[in-house]
């Protein structure tokens, strides 16, 4: 099993392209959440699915959107990018009645 | 004030070392709580949840302390393999799913 994988693993943006990070798991997980992480900065939460269809805000959302068309995948989108969200993005898991995350290896993404 | 503050170190102990970590939340209704473990430009993974009563897994122990709003982990008999950032993370939700809630981390450099 794969756990919870992330693409790509690095990418550079310039200013105003868009893109869109895919987390793909097969653990059947309801929750998925995407934090960005920062230095200096805990991990922060920007929008996170508790289902299939389902998407909610989180702690940084503006300049992201995400969806959940299908249980395994949550993606997230940058409609247009800023130097401001040069980050490393992680893709999370949870269920099974478990507190446990589990983490994707990540996205390295910067904008210039 | 931050919601997760932690000492972000680093410290810097030889191998055999006992060495603890705090941390404080200021959510006086934080619902749970946990360590996680962060290698260098790695995920964060799970190393545990941290229970009212106090826990213990192997060389690390967990406390919390609800009154003071604090949480330590301590880590006995170091080796170099612990070298890592611990993340101090609380859930303030009484939720099934988590909106977890991440301090910056405390570097730990184990030397030889």
């Known amino acids: 099993n794969a756990g919870v994988t992330q693409t790509p693993k690095f990418r550079v943006l310039k200013t105003g392209q868009s893109m869109t990070l895919l987390c793909a798991q097969d653990m059947n997980h309801e929750y998925m959440y995407w934090y960005r992480q920062d230095p200096g900065m805990g991990l922060r939460l920007i929008h996170y699915s508790v289902g299939e269809g389902t998407t909610a805000k989180g702690e940084v959302p503006d300049g992201y959107n995400v969806s959940r068309l299908k249980k395994q995948n949550f993606l997230l989108g940058l409609e247009s990018a800023a130097p401001s969200q040069t980050s490393v993005y992680f893709c999370?898991?949870?269920?099974?009645?478990?507190?446990?995350?589990?983490f994707g290896p990540g996205t390295r993404l910067t904008v210039t | 004030r931050k919601e997760v503050e932690q000492d972000p170190g680093p410290f810097n102990v030889p191998e055999g070392a006992t060495v603890a970590f705090n941390c404080t939340y200021s959510?006086?209704?934080?619902?749970?709580f946990f360590w996680y473990r962060q290698d260098c430009r790695k995920e964060p993974k799970l190393l545990m949840s941290?229970?009212?009563s106090g826990n213990e897994d192997g060389r690390f122990t967990a406390q919390l302390n609800r009154a003071s709003q604090y949480i330590s982990l301590l880590i006995r008999d170091s080796k170099l393999s612990d070298s890592a950032t611990y993340l101090c993370?609380?859930?303030?939700?009484?939720?099934?799913?988590?909106?977890?809630?991440f301090g910056t981390g405390t570097r730990l450099l184990v030397s030889p």
């Open positions: 999370a898991t949870q269920g099974g009645g478990g507190d446990e995350q589990y």
């Open positions: 959510n006086s209704a934080s619902q749970s």
């Open positions: 993370v609380v859930n303030p939700w009484n939720t099934g799913f988590q909106k977890l809630v």
């Open positions: 941290v229970y009212s």
